[in-house]
């Protein structure tokens, strides 16, 4: 069974420094990873995928993720945070056929003034 | 705006009711998806369309149905509604399997 992890609820970052959203996957096969933002009230909103290729991907809003097959992680990335990317993100996977994927829990992004 | 949309946006109705949520997936898009989102259990898969066929299915209860149209919209059926139910439902549509784009979502609150 795959599982996707995002071990911090809530990440705190100052506007204009570098963020990072944590997570990690199991799942058998090639994963296919996924990150996504929700802001209050919306439905969520793709950001970047990984599929195949180069380690590191990049999105919309800045915003980029690195695929690190030894360490099975997938976090997402931002040089210089704003406070309008406050917002909880999703970290997703699918694999070995199956297009159903499998959310984290989510992490809740707080950047202040 | 994601292309998708779900009708209605917030909905307020009684245990043991019955309520039907629409959807209509991005142009092109074939596949249908349903989801809930609450505090407690996060968002959880319940069905998946493809081209007017059951697909997938997840945490679905035997209390929701769901079909699709052959004009690819999706409606989610909920009967018997209870307290616990109350949560945002939505939708999503995906080219090839892969991304998914979600619709606003409707609010769904059993009193």
């Known amino acids: 069974a795959q599982s996707v992890a995002q071990p911090e609820d809530q990440v705190n970052v100052a506007e204009g420094n570098p963020l990072t959203v944590k997570c990690t996957y199991s799942?058998?096969?090639?994963?296919?990873l996924f990150w996504y933002v929700q802001y209050p009230n919306r439905g969520l909103q793709f950001l970047l995928k990984?599929?195949?290729?180069?380690?590191l991907v990049k999105g919309s809003y800045g915003f980029e993720a690195e695929f690190n097959k030894s360490q099975t992680s997938f976090h997402l990335k931002k040089p210089s945070a704003l406070v309008s990317d406050s917002a909880l993100y999703f970290c997703?996977?699918?694999?070995?056929?199956?297009?159903?994927?499998?959310f984290g829990r989510g992490t809740s992004l707080i950047v202040h003034p | 705006d994601s292309g998708v949309t779900q009708t209605p946006k917030h909905l307020i109705t009684a245990t043991g009711q019955r309520v039907t949520l629409r959807c209509s997936p991005r142009?092109?898009?074939?596949?249908v998806y349903w989801y809930q989102q609450s505090l407690d259990q996060g968002l959880q898969f319940l069905i998946q369309y493809y081209n007017g066929e059951e697909r997938a299915k997840g945490n679905i209860l035997e209390r929701f149905s769901a079909q699709q149209f052959p004009d690819l919209h999706s409606e989610l059926n909920l009967s018997s509604l209870e307290l616990g139910d109350s949560a945002l439902y939505f939708c999503a549509s995906s080219p090839r399997g892969n991304e998914q784009y979600f619709g606003p979502g409707t609010r769904l609150t059993v009193t």
């Open positions: 799942v058998s096969g090639n994963p296919y």
């Open positions: 142009s092109g898009d074939l596949s």
């Open positions: 997703a996977s699918t694999s070995g056929g199956s297009y159903i994927p499998t």
């Open positions: 990984y599929i195949t290729g180069d380690n």
